[in-house]
Nanobody, 124 residues
Framework: QVRLIESGGGLVQAGGSLRLSCTASGLSFKSVTMGWFRQAPGKEREFVAAISGRANYTYYQDSLKGRFTISRDNAKNMVYLQMNSLKPEDTALYYC?????????????????WGQGTQVTVSS
């Protein structure tokens, strides 16, 4: 059974940083594209970042480039999202997701497995 468990969310002041972590199990991790998405109240889930199985490629929502960094540790079956210079508009539930086909996709529907999410709240 594939499982994704996020951690690292919390309350932070604007300008601060957080690092989200996602632990994966039940899959051939190094073959899987991993992504981070977020969903704010009343809004659709949106793509944040993705990283290919061997970390050869990373993809970002254009507006987040330079502030967010995705990385992975295949030895630990973990993927990370470093978030810097956080803004109140970054407040959302952040999800880790796995694309078991290893596609380079920004689309929600391309990801078959999702975690439960970790809440990030940025105060002004």
């Amino acid at each position: 059974q594939v499982r994704l468990i996020e951690s690292g969310g919390g309350l932070v002041q604007a300008g601060g940083s957080l690092r989200l972590s996602c632990t994966a199990s039940g899959l051939s991790f190094k073959s899987v594209t991993m992504g981070w998405f977020r969903q704010a109240p009343g809004k659709e889930r949106e793509f944040v970042a993705a990283i290919s199985g061997r970390a050869n490629y990373t993809y970002y929502q254009d507006s987040l480039k330079g502030r967010f960094t995705i990385s992975r540790d295949n030895a630990k079956n973990m993927v990370y999202l470093q978030m810097n210079s956080l803004k109140p508009e970054d407040t959302a539930l952040y999800y880790c997701a796995a694309d078991l086909w290893g596609r380079a996709s920004r689309l929600v529907n391309s990801y078959e497995t999702w975690g439960q999410g970790t809440q990030v709240t940025v105060s002004s």
